[in-house]
Structure formats: C-alpha cells, structure tokens
C-alpha cells in the first residue's frame, strides 16, 4: 500500500521548528534581559544552528541532487513539480530568525561589557552572518537592518541582498576585531567562551579562521555582483579543520545529532525518514558514469555499490526502498537503539554535526587562487579539498579515524587518470578548473551541507548537467515530471514564507517566481 505521507516527511521537514509567527519582529531583549546572560544563551544557540543546518541540508540537499523519491511512497507534489507554494519550506524562515534574535541577544547582552564580553560578542557576530547568509542565498532580498528590532520594527523592511552580503562581511571583520582586542588584554578580565563554546571549545584563533572562511564565500560566491570594502583577511588565515558543533550529543529524546535523528534513526530505535533515497546523477560521480570513486562510495553509502537509487520524479512502487536507517548510514549495525559508531555521513547519534566542512574552505581558497581573489595554488589547495573530504568520511564519532585517507585519496587519483574532474593537473583552461573545483564541492558536501552545493549550482551551473527530451539520469538530476521553464528544467529559488504575506505585506517583495526570480548571485 503506498503512503501518501511525503509532503509531510519531506517539503514540511524543514518547517518542524516553527515556533512564532513574527520571528523577525519579536523583542530579543523583552523576557531575558533580566535573568539571562550570554554564558547561558551561546551554548543553546549554537545547538539551535546545528539543527537549523540541518533542515538547511534536507532542503539543498532535495533541491540540488543528492536524493529521489524512494519506493514505497507517493504524493511527492512540489518536491517533483518545483511549482512551489509559499508555505514549502516555511520552516526555514521562521526558525532562522528565532536563531538569530538568541545571536542579537549575545551581541546586546555584552556591548556594555567590553572588551571583557569580546569573546561571546564576537562568536555571536559571526554566526549572525552565518545565519543571515542562509537566509540570502535561500531568498535573496530579507529583513536585515529593521529586523530583530522588537516593537522598534514591526513590520521590517527588506534590504537589497547584495548589500547584506557586503554588511556581513564588514561584520565579520568587527567580530575579528572584537576577539583580537579581546586576546590582548592581559589583566584576566576578559571571559573566556570554555563551556558555552560547543564548537570550537573556547579556541578562538579558530573563530577567526571560521570568520575569514565565512568572508571568503561571501566573496567568491558575490564578486562582481557586490562591491565589498575590505577583502583583506585577518593573519589567522582559514580553516583548516571541520566546524562541529558537539553540545553533548547522545541517544536520547531530543539529545540525538540532527542529522541522525532525521535521516538515520529515532532516539527509540525507530526508523527516521525513509521516503527519500540518493538520486543517481549523485551516484555517477561514485560508480564510474562520471568518476570511479569506490572507496567514498564505500564510506558514504549502505552496500555500495548494490546501493538502491532513483531518478527524481519517477514515483513507482517498485522503485528502491530505503533500508533501516537510510542509505547514508553505511555502517552494518541496523538495529537502531544500538546503531552508529560509523565512519561516513551519519556516523552515530552523538557524532558532531557540520556547519562547515574544512574540504569546503579549502575549496573556496581554490577558486579564489583560480579567478585572482586570493593567494595559495589553486592545486594545492584543490587536493587538501579532496583529502579533507576522504579526512571527515573517514572519521568516527570521536573524532578518530578509520582508514588510511591519503593512501585512498592517491587511490582515487589513479583510478581517474586524464580526468580533470579529479586530477587538477589535467584542467587545462580557468572553466575546467572552476568545474573541478565545484564538482569536486559537491562531492565533498554530499548530504552534509546539500544548502551550499545548492547555491553553488546556481550561481556557476557545476556540477554540468545536461536535460533531454528523455532525461538521462546520469546526466541531469532535475525531476523528470518537472514544471519549470528553464532549460536546465529547475527551480531558482523558494518563496517567502506566507506569514511574510500575512503580517509583512507592504514589505515582502511581490511577483517572486521559483522558475525565473533568482538570487542575486545567481546565473
């Protein structure tokens, strides 16, 4: 009997969290002020950014041609058609900006006491970049410098999302400042995140690297389409490790890696999602369609290379199911109250959740050697990409590592000799080492951060995709019964959500299109 049930599994996912109808518009400063300080409010917003990014990665991933429709179900809707309503993915919305007033509160709460509070001032700074750059490039033009403004704003107005990029980067640069004047003090005065830091555990030379990463992407991704003030990057350079956010993690109610509870298994042992499985353009770039890439292959995917996998759009019940805790748990424990301590993308319940990859800010270092944005080699830095990514599958919960990563990445080279896509040497024009580049991205960030992979399709067209009379899978991982109008036969963006219409309407921009409105960056 097929089940009708995927809107509610998979468009309505990414809404869960939804709490307030007027986020953006609510006092960050009205029930707190009195009682909360940033030692408490950093460590559950920092959780609370680990969840968000996760319904970020159901969407991007969705969307940007990681998953299909399994087998078994029906009623996909808009998830296959693109024809999008205002209410798909609402979730997005309301749940960042509840996020963001948590970050706004950190950042009131300690602007009277600096520089002792430079470090929570800081760390709170740049993930209200973080967050809002998720609002842009899913939306384009937001509420920006009338939001988080309690009764001061009620009903925002937007701001140009060209220009939020440009602020966001300015802010990154304050954050910097901010922690920098913060190290130098010398009398103990200043409080240190310790505790309340559940990423980087207080460290905070890697804030700086997470902040100059944020600035980078912000301006690979907009030059040319925004005139940014300073694109120079404090000494502490980028990152080079991955950013987890680890609040303590465990099998238990509301206590699970989201990731985990969402796509692997309930903190009961019960299945999570099963309605979506991977699509196979994805797995091209795993089974030799487009790169042989056994050993990835392995560590991302349950029984590779018997892995069940779908054309999106093409509903039948005798398409492939997706086994007991997804096909992105690779491990063999499917028993879900004990499963987990796997390598992989879903490695267990109390593994850490990404907000970045390190593979990503060594990719987006790449791409700025290639188009004159930054210094380094563009190969070099490609392949600590790609060893990066083989470094973050191959690693345990626990941060150890199973497997011999560099033998297996100069594996994968040879496997793929002449092939540009994976031996940088081989791309011989600045258009096949920017294909490289992404491909090589979109690999990296497979069901991880599907959110980035997403925007960087839309904004260079990599990984190529081609769209037949007959779709080949292989070549196009657009849905078969799509409605969109575009050549590449995808959506450009989702729409606001209708509470923006309800509450915002002399704000919210009008006549937005998911087939021809595109983010500014976008192509």
């Not at 899913?138 to 939001?147: D, K, T």
């Not at 903190?267 to 999602?273: K, L, P, Q, V």
Request: charged share 15%; glycine share 10%; hydrophobic share 35%.
């Amino acid at each position: 009997m097929k089940k009708i049930c995927v809107f509610l599994i998979g468009l309505s996912l990414v809404g869960a969290s939804c709490k307030k109808y007027l986020d953006i518009n609510t006092n960050p400063n009205a029930a707190t002020l009195a009682t909360a300080t940033p030692e408490l409010i950093m460590p559950q917003a920092l959780t609370g950014a680990a969840s968000i990014t996760n319904t970020y990665n159901s969407y991007g991933s969705q969307l940007g041609g990681y998953g299909a429709n399994a087998g078994g179900y029906g009623g996909f809707g808009t998830a296959i058609s693109y024809n999008f309503a205002s209410s798909d993915y609402q979730g997005l919305w309301s749940s960042t900006y509840d996020n963001l007033e948590d970050f706004q509160t950190v950042i009131n709460l300690s602007s009277a006491k600096m520089p002792a509070y430079g470090y929570f001032s800081g760390a709170a700074k740049i993930m209200k970049a973080y967050g809002f750059e998720l609002l842009v490039d899913a939306y384009n033009s937001v509420p920006y410098e009338s939001a988080l403004q309690g009764s001061n704003a009620l009903t925002p107005a937007y701001t140009d999302a060209a220009k939020i990029y440009v602020t966001l980067a300015s802010l990154l640069d304050t954050a910097i400042k901010e922690i920098s004047t913060a190290q130098a003090v010398t009398n103990g005065s200043v409080i240190p995140l310790s505790t309340a830091d559940v990423i980087f555990k207080g460290d905070m030379n890697k804030w700086k690297q997470f902040a100059n990463t944020l600035k980078l992407r912000l301006i690979v991704r907009a030059t040319g389409k925004a005139n940014f003030a300073n694109t120079n990057f404090d000494a502490a350079g980028f990152l080079t490790t991955d950013v987890l956010v680890n609040p303590g993690y465990t099998r238990d109610n509301g206590r699970q890696n989201p990731a985990w509870n969402t796509w692997g298994f309930a903190y009961t042992g019960g299945d999570a999602t099963k309605s979506w499985i991977p699509s196979t353009f994805i797995f091209g770039f795993y089974d030799g369609h487009k790169i042989l890439d056994t050993l990835r292959g392995k560590a991302t995917y349950y029984q590779f290379p018997a892995t069940g996998n779908n054309q999106l759009g093409h509903e039948s019940v005798d398409n492939p199911k997706c086994p007991a805790g997804s096909f992105w748990y690779p491990g063999t424990n499917r028993a879900g109250a004990s499963a987990g301590n796997s390598r992989g993308i879903l490695k267990g319940p109390n593994a850490g959740f990404p907000l970045m990859l390190a593979a990503e800010s060594y990719f987006l270092q790449a791409e700025a050697a290639v188009r004159g944005l930054g210094p380094g080699s563009a190969a070099t830095l490609f392949n600590a990409g790609v060893t990066a990514s083989f470094n973050y599958l191959y690693q345990l919960p626990d941060g150890s590592v199973s497997g011999n990563p560099a033998a297996d990445v100069a594996k994968y080279q040879a496997d793929n000799v002449g092939n540009y896509l994976v031996n940088f040497g081989s791309a011989v024009t600045a258009a096949q080492q920017t294909e490289a580049i992404i491909t090589q991205k979109y690999i990296a960030l497979n069901w991880i951060n599907g959110q980035e992979s997403w925007n960087e399709y839309r904004r260079t067209g990599y990984p190529t995709t081609v769209y037949a009379a007959v779709p080949d899978p292989h070549q196009t991982f657009a849905s078969s019964v799509s409605q969109s109008t575009r050549p590449d036969k995808l959506p450009t963006r989702i729409l606001y959500p209708p509470t923006e219409g309800s509450y915002n309407p002399a704000n919210v921009p009008k006549n937005i299109s998911p087939f021809s409105s595109l983010i500014f960056w976008a192509k």
